[in-house]
């Protein structure tokens, strides 16, 4: 990476796959670097938070490295902030993941517990393991200008994980998908910030499609 090429930075908190997001990255073209330094994510043209596991340890990781106000401050800059799987949650207000956790707080909502998801009578595993559709509330054409620029409406992608979010204002709902009974927000997007639910980076060429999408936002003109 050349000093003229802009920075992007995956953000390590100990809780992330962060070397199949840092892979994903380069097949889509660009080069990002894994850090836990706050002056690093405050000096980055783009951020990607990736996450697996509990929110409350997350969130006790973030206060730990320093990394809250960081963060907060990109999401009010007008760099990019993309949150993925436990990171789309972590932008939330609340989770009641475990207890009662207060998040981020840059996207007004809350982090909620799949409510007995079912199908043809049988209870759905929970955690929803595996491949899954993403449709718009307003037909693909709602899609652009954002990371999901040019995928295709019902477009399957992969996720893992036993919580949803739910966003006090449902117009930055870019995405929603269906478990059993259950529609939920599977990705989001307001101002600079995007989050999905589920990982791009294992979602095959599709998702690749989003990290390009990255790229490109990037070469756009402040």
Request: proline share 5%; aromatic share 10%; with cysteine.
């Amino acid at each position: 990476m050349t000093d003229l090429e802009p920075k992007v930075v995956i953000v390590d908190f100990g809780l992330g796959n962060l070397f199949s997001v840092r892979q994903a990255c380069a097949k889509a073209g660009f080069m990002a670097d894994i850090t836990s330094s706050p002056k690093s994510i405050s000096q980055a043209d783009a951020v990607i938070l990736p996450g697996v596991g509990a929110f409350g340890d997350a969130m006790a990781a973030l206060r730990r490295l320093d990394l809250v106000s960081a963060l907060r401050d990109v999401a009010a800059s007008e760099k990019p902030l993309i949150g993925i799987c436990l990171g789309m949650q972590l932008l939330m207000s609340e989770s009641f993941e475990f207890g009662h956790h207060e998040g981020l707080d840059i996207i007004p909502g809350s982090v909620v517990r799949f409510e007995d998801p079912s199908e043809d009578g049988r209870r759905l595993k929970i955690p929803q393991i595996g491949w899954n559709r993403i449709h718009s509330l307003n037909g693909s054409s709602q899609w652009r200008g954002s990371l999901l620029a040019g995928l295709n409406e019902d477009e399957y992608m992969y996720f893992v994980h036993s919580y949803i979010v739910e966003p006090a204002d449902e117009n930055i709902i870019l995405s929603n998908s269906r478990y059993g009974q259950i529609e939920f927000c599977s990705s989001l997007q307001k101002n600079n910030i995007f989050a999905c639910q589920f990982h791009p980076e294992r979602s095959g060429y599709w998702g690749i499609r989003m990290y390009e999408n990255i790229a490109v936002l990037l070469d756009r003109p402040a």
